[in-house]
């Protein structure tokens, strides 16, 4: 008689948890929704920025006409290869 009070306690536990996940579940997932949704939200923003700041710099750099080299970097030597016939 034991084993069928534990076997119902068991059954009845698990329906117990299957009704409050068909109940909250809605709701938990608009909320995680919801989060992911801002989420993106500020990373498409964050690239937009940071395209919007890189686009300007770029602008910049080719409205001046002038590109400044680093004196410091070793770019190699100029070869003139001929062509041979």
Known sequence: MEFL?????????????????????????????????????????QSHNQSTYTSQNDNLNSQSGSRKTNPNSKVGEYVDYEELD
Request: no cysteine.
């Open 5 to 45: 009070e534990t076997l119902l306690i068991i059954i009845l536990i698990i329906f117990g948890f299957r009704l409050l996940f068909k109940f909250f579940a809605p709701f938990l997932m608009r909320y995680f929704m919801k989060k992911l949704k801002q989420k993106f939200e500020n990373a498409q923003q």
